[in-house]
């Protein structure tokens, strides 16, 4: 469980891979774009930091975090990507809404895992309110886009030297 004081989002990239020979594809919902946005920049900073170049990595944007399945799948299809990322937001509200969102995102993200073979990483925010998702967009608990860069970066590498077998 985060702490008020910790920021999960700290790396040492001279221990990670250099990013400067993969492609990225990050999908990117519309909804609480104040959110996902911040997200967005972790994500982008952390990739560009770590010596990916900006003409490797795709973005696409979708109209809610539902639709980040369907996205993530076309961009595998269409873009030849080592990695897709999709980044979203979900917000507990007073219906079941919520929960459904929540997991048809989460089954088809795996899904998509485990059908194709591009990783995609699930950063999608499943908060109970709104501050909740303030904190972790760039807040006081750090960024889960910097993470799911991270995550992105240690993905496409095992890709990568798991084909080289």
């Given at each position: ?7 999960l ?22 909804w ?13 900073d ?13 973005r696409w944007?979708?109209?809610?975090s ?53 990783p ?26 910097t ?7 240690k ?10 077998k």
């Open positions: 469980m985060a702490t008020a004081n910790k920021n989002s700290q790396y040492d990239k001279t221990k990670l891979p250099n990013a400067k020979d993969f492609r990225f594809g990050i999908v990117v919902s519309e609480n774009d104040h959110i996902t946005e911040g997200l967005y920049k972790g994500t982008l952390a990739l560009l930091d770590c010596g990916a170049s900006q003409e490797n990595i795709i944007n979708v109209p809610g539902f639709e980040l399945v369907y996205g993530a799948q076309r961009m595998i299809v269409t873009q030849e990507v080592d990695v897709v990322i999709t980044i979203g937001c979900v917000i507990k509200g007073e219906t079941m809404h919520f929960e459904f969102v929540c997991e048809g995102v989460t089954q088809g993200i795996k899904d998509l895992n485990v059908q194709t073979d591009v995609v990483i699930f950063c999608l925010l499943t908060d109970n309110n709104e501050q909740q998702s303030i904190d972790r967009s760039g807040g006081i608990h750090g960024n889960k886009g993470e799911a860069a991270i995550a992105a970066i993905m496409a590498d095992l890709r990568r030297n798991s084909e080289n």
